[in-house]
């Protein structure tokens, strides 16, 4: 079906950026929304950003104004770039991907997360 590889992340003092990157690949007929979700110790999964195939954004409010979210529809990537970076965004952040893996069949993606430290 559908692979998702991410990179970017790290440790991170805060006020500073740092760049997420999200691949996807294998049987893919056409995708949907792509996004970014986090997960701090002890809480529940929460949205950070989503993008559409048409390009609409979506962010979660204590991310808005510092971080941007952007796809790259040809090469099937998701990107997204922290910036301003706060204690609080300390998480483990996952990509999402909504996809059809056949003209009739969809599914939702997760990447394996990728830990975000951010220090004072």
């Known amino acids: 079906q559908v692979q998702l590889v991410e990179s970017g992340g790290g440790l991170m003092q805060a006020g500073g950026s740092l760049r997420l990157s999200c691949a996807a690949s294998?049987?893919?007929?056409?995708?949907?929304?792509m996004g970014w979700y986090r997960q701090a110790p002890g809480n529940k999964r929460e949205l950070v950003a989503t993008i559409t195939n048409l390009g609409i954004r979506n962010y979660a409010d204590p991310v808005k104004g510092r971080f941007t979210i952007s796809r790259d529809n040809a090469k099937n990537t998701v990107n997204l770039q922290m910036n301003n970076l706060k204690p609080e965004d300390t998480a483990v952040y996952y990509c999402n991907v909504d996809a059809y893996y056949t003209t009739t069949h969809r599914a939702d993606y997760w990447g394996q997360g990728t830990q975000v430290t951010v220090t004072v």
């Open positions: 294998g049987s893919i007929f056409r995708i949907n929304a």
